[in-house]
Each structure stands twice: as structure tokens, then as C-alpha cells.
């Protein structure tokens, strides 16, 4: 298993964290806002990385990590 993956801000989120600009196509948009989504759900996370939120900041990340998801929903929505 790799790292746990985070978000460095929700200002960061969006196209970006799709790793696609504002511009891209809407159906390459739509694979991209997917493929995050399934990275970043709570849900996802505490399945492959669990253990590493048992510490400090465990709490922390799953709220960054929900944050996230909601950001990707709302990008989700616009491309609908």
C-alpha cells in the first residue's frame, strides 16, 4: 500500500485535483471527476489506509477527505 494520499487545501480541489484544467473536454471531465471520486470518498480511504487514522489526526483527515469529496460531487454535478 502506498502512502495516505491528501489534499494540501479545498482551494486546491476541483479541476485540479482532477488533474485536468477548466478547459479540458466534458467526457474526459466526467472520467476524471470519477476516478477522484473513488480516491477520495471517506469510505475508500478508510478501507485501504484504516489503521494509519487510529492516531492524531485521524479525525482531521476524514474530515479533509469528506471536504474533498464534496467538492468533486459539486464538479460531478456541473458536468453532469
Not at 13 to 18: E, N, R, V
Not at 42 to 54: E, H, I, T, W, Y
Request: include cysteine.
Amino acid at each position: 500500500p502506498g502512502e495516505l494520499p491528501c489534499p494540501l487545501s479545498l482551494e486546491l480541489a476541483g479541476w485540479h485535483l482532477c488533474g485536468l484544467p477548466p478547459g479540458a473536454p466534458r467526457a474526459e471531465k466526467r472520467r476524471a471527476v470519477k476516478r477522484a471520486l473513488l480516491r477520495w470518498h471517506p469510505d475508500k480511504l478508510l478501507q485501504r489506509f484504516g489503521a494509519r487514522f487510529a492516531g492524531d489526526g485521524g479525525d482531521t483527515a476524514l474530515e479533509l477527505a469528506a471536504a474533498t469529496a464534496r467538492e468533486l460531487n459539486t464538479l460531478n454535478a456541473e458536468v453532469g
